[in-house]
């Protein structure tokens, strides 16, 4: 079965650079999550969109924005990058009908290293 | 604030025993507990939920119960098998229409030895 999709996998930038990352949701799911994860940390939500709008909007910096496209996927756009924003970012999708048992489905991530 | 809470950031256990992750809830709000695996280099998959309305949901090996007045949920794993060596996040969901936003503990590191 497809899976939540994210690319790049792997990204290395200079502080001060701008990165985007791009999430391909599960076929049929109208809702995109963001996370990021730091070393040794649990995952922090940052923001979701249901439907091409944001739904909920967590602990993200400023410095990012994000957007749903009419085909679904979504792109988180980093900015003025921080040494500090080095972290697995995770993207994941879900169907939100009326009866919902909260479960999401993960990507693999993309691990952003800010040099 | 920290919502959900895992205590113990590892765990050593015996191949066949029954493993015992806890994980602590502040929001009595919260509508779902959920457990996901994680292995590294990978996204976290989900293993078993459980409803706010209800103390016990068992799939397989892997059961969860969960104690409302005490905010406090567990996953048992019984038998241990070392494939189940991985990082266990406890997360919480608070379903509000349009949203459905899960709340990580920090997770607790499984180890099951041979």
């Known amino acids: 079965a497809a899976g939540v999709i994210q690319s790049p996998r792997h990204l290395i930038k200079e502080k001060r650079e701008t990165a985007t990352l791009k999430c391909y949701p599960i076929?049929?799911?109208?809702?995109v999550y963001w996370y990021q994860q730091g070393p040794g940390q649990d995952p922090q939500f940052l923001i979701s969109?249901?439907?091409?709008?944001?739904?909920d909007k967590g602990s993200i910096p400023d410095r990012f924005s994000a957007q749903q496209f009419s085909d679904y996927h979504s792109e988180l756009n980093m900015s003025s990058l921080e040494l500090g924003d080095s972290a697995l970012y995770f993207c994941?999708?879900?169907?939100?009908?009326?009866?919902?048992?909260?479960?999401?489905?993960f990507g693999e991530g993309s691990r952003l290293t800010v040099l | 604030d920290q919502q959900v809470k895992q205590n113990s950031p590892s765990l050593s256990v015996q191949e066949g025993r029954i493993s015992i992750l806890n994980c602590d809830y502040t929001?009595?709000?919260?509508?779902?507990f959920l457990w996901y695996k994680k292995y590294p280099a990978e996204g976290p998959t989900f293993l078993i939920s459980?409803?706010?309305?209800?103390d016990k949901n068992e799939d397989g090996r892997f059961t969860v119960f969960l104690n409302k007045s005490a905010k406090h949920l567990s996953l048992h794993i019984v038998p241990s098998q070392p494939g189940d060596s991985a990082v266990y996040f406890c997360?919480?969901?608070?379903?509000?229409?349009?949203?459905?936003?899960?709340?990580f503990g920090t997770g607790t590191l499984l180890a099951v030895q041979p």
């Open positions: 929001n009595s709000m919260f509508d779902y």
């Open positions: 997360a919480a969901n608070r379903y509000g229409g349009a949203t459905n936003k899960l709340i």
């Open positions: 969109f249901y439907e091409k709008m944001q739904s």
């Open positions: 076929p049929r799911h109208d809702t």
């Open positions: 994941a999708s879900s169907l939100v009908p009326s009866a919902n048992t909260g479960e999401l489905f």
């Open positions: 459980i409803s706010s309305i209800k």
